[in-house]
């Protein structure tokens, strides 16, 4: 069924891009351990503020999402401040699609959205995709600021 509140939005992975910029201290890796995905689970809860479509147990989360058949730990990407907590994700499935996207509150404004966002175009690029999409809620105000500051366009939803 074709969404009306929200976009699909478009980057094309074609000619350069540019390269993720991170803010100072933050480190970058794949999910690797339950504890982080308990920390993430955590952070998604937190950043949609119940609005979005995430189980409030962070065990049956893990179970639905790492069960899709789309998952693939690799295009989970974690930032961490320098504390080692969590300070932002970036959930993608495997046909090139954002899942989730998010930054802790109190790590906004400070560019984290925007490396990571690149960062994953940056993922998909290497592994040959055309393009990265994502949806997104048209009241989100800055999300789709940073989406079309890093060239994400609206395109249809198919089907
Ligand atoms: C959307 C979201 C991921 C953006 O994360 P972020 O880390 O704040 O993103 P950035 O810092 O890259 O950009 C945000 C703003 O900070 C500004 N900024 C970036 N670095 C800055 C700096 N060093 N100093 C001051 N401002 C800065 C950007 O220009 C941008 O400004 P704008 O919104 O007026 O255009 C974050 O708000 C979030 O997690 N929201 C809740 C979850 C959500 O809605 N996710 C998206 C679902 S589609």
Redesign the pocket.
């Known amino acids: 069924m074709i969404d009306r509140r929200a976009w699909r939005m478009r980057k094309l992975l074609d000619g350069d891009q540019p390269a993720a910029h991170w803010?100072a201290g933050i480190g970058v890796r794949t999910l690797n351990t339950p504890a982080d995905a308990k920390a993430v689970h955590a952070l998604l809860l937190r950043?949609?503020?119940g609005d979005e479509d995430i189980f409030p147990s962070a065990e049956d989360w893990w179970a639905r999402f790492s069960g899709d058949p789309e998952f693939d730990r690799d295009l989970c990407l974690l930032a961490f401040d320098t504390e080692g907590q969590l300070a932002?994700v970036a959930l993608c499935w495997t046909s090139a699609f954002?899942k989730?996207?998010?930054?802790?509150?109190d790590?906004?404004?400070?560019?984290?959205?925007?490396?990571?966002?690149l960062h994953v175009f940056s993922v998909f690029r290497a592994r040959g995709a055309a393009h990265v999409d994502?949806?997104?809620?048209l009241d989100?105000?800055?999300?789709l600021?940073?989406?079309r500051?890093c060239g994400m366009v609206h395109v249809p939803w198919e089907g």
Request: glycine share 12%; no cysteine; proline share 6%.
């Open positions: 803010p950043a949609y503020d932002g954002v989730d996207l998010a930054v802790r509150a790590m906004r404004r400070q560019g984290l959205g925007e490396a990571l966002l994502l949806k997104v809620e989100n105000e800055p999300g600021r940073l989406y500051r």
